[in-house]
Nanobody
Framework: QVQLVESGGGLVQPGGSLRLSCAAS????????MGWYRQAPGKERELVAV???????NYADSMKGRFTISRDRAKNTVYLQMNSLKSEDTAVYYC?????????WGKGTLVTVSS
């Protein structure tokens, strides 16, 4: 099993930046892939960014150039740096881990982009 705990959400003005963190309960290098998803009110959950254990990354088109996924091996933590935030980025952001053919999810952290 993998437990995931997100942090770093909050209120930010349009154009601002925020960094989300996801702490995993096991070595992130033992996990096939870790990523971030988000769900806005009234919408389905969607992929934001994902990183494999080898370090390969993939981003949703609307996040390319603005969001960056990274990791810290020593802390078993994955980050999502979000820049140039827009009101449409407002959502609950969930950390995901794909491990031994199962998906694990954190409880989510709310990001609100508003002036």
């Amino acid at each position: 099993q993998v437990q995931l705990v997100e942090s770093g959400g909050g209120l930010v003005q349009p154009g601002g930046s925020l960094r989300l963190s996801c702490a995993a309960s096991r070595s992130i290098f033992s996990i096939n892939a870790m990523g971030w998803y988000r769900q806005a009110p009234g919408k389905e959950r969607e992929l934001v960014a994902v990183m494999t254990s080898l370090g390969d990354t993939n981003y949703a088109d609307s996040m390319k150039g603005r969001f960056t996924i990274s990791r810290d091996r020593a802390k078993n933590t994955v980050y999502l740096q979000m820049n140039s935030l827009k009101s449409e980025d407002t959502a609950v952001y969930y950390c995901n881990a794909y491990y031994l053919d199962m998906n694990y999810w954190g409880k989510g952290t709310l990001v609100t982009v508003s002036s």
